[in-house]
């Protein structure tokens, strides 16, 4: 079985908006219901878990049966920071699910995620045992130096991966790692690869789009807009 965790516990304080950004309404729906009728349409995703902010557990509820999100199976509280919170909903799924299902923990704020990016990042966990949905490092790098800004050494780009989400596990890898972190005293790490990192454990790749944008501030609400309403030139191939 595939499941599809969504974390949606963040309160967005750099959107500076009363409402969580995950429930923000772009055009027509909300951010959150964007992601999750990407899962409920894509064929190998069987069920959904949401990972939710305090106090609007049923207010999804409500948009999951308004927009007809039947894969929502489960809806739990959200931690006080992003690695509490995925131990949240694995602990909700330990009780309904078995130990080889395969996880697929994703942003609720990243409602752009293409079929393509599940099916990669499903096929590769599959075979690999984990994937990492990631994109390469376009820009220049530089390594900051100090406090003020400076830097005096360049990384390697080609050494480099921008990392996003989906990024998939077995549920009993997962369990196997959230206890090792208690144990270890990991307690808050950026994202479910870097705690496998931590633990020195390999991960693997998946290809990412950089379409699959994270909205984290209001320019990122402005170029998800402007995708929505895309078209793409014929002579691009």
């Known amino acids: 079985m595939n499941i599809a965790m969504l974390i949606a516990g963040g309160r967005g304080a750099r959107m500076n908006q009363d409402i969580p950004k995950q429930f923000l309404h ?65 602990e909700e799924l330990k009780k309904h699910c078995a130990p080889e299902d395969m996880v697929l923990i994703h942003d609720a704020i990243r409602p752009n995620v293409s079929q393509e990016i599940i099916s990669s990042c499903i096929a590769v966990s599959k075979t690999k045992g984990s994937a990492i949905t990631v994109i390469p490092c376009a820009e220049a790098m530089l390594l900051r130096c100090g406090d003020g800004g400076e830097a005096e050494e360049t990384v390697d780009r080609n050494s480099l991966a921008r990392t996003q989400t989906p990024q998939a596990f077995t549920l009993g890898k997962l369990i196997w790692a959230h206890k090792e972190a208690e144990e270890r005293g990991i307690t808050d790490s950026v994202a479910t690869c870097t705690l496998m990192i931590e633990l020195g454990e390999k991960v693997y790749f998946c290809a990412g789009s950089e379409k699959n944008v994270k909205i984290t501030t209001t320019e990122d609400i402005e170029i998800f807009k402007a995708l929505l309403t895309e078209k793409k030139d014929e002579w691009i191939k």
């Open 26 to 90: 772009i055009k027509d729906k909300p951010v959150i219901i964007y992601t999750l009728q990407t899962f409920q349409q894509h064929p190998e995703i069987d069920a959904i878990i949401v990972v939710c902010i305090e106090g609007w557990q049923t207010i999804l509820e409500a948009y999951a049966k308004q927009f007809g999100i039947t894969k929502l199976k489960w809806i739990v509280e959200g931690g006080e920071n992003g690695q509490s919170s995925i131990r949240n909903g694995i």
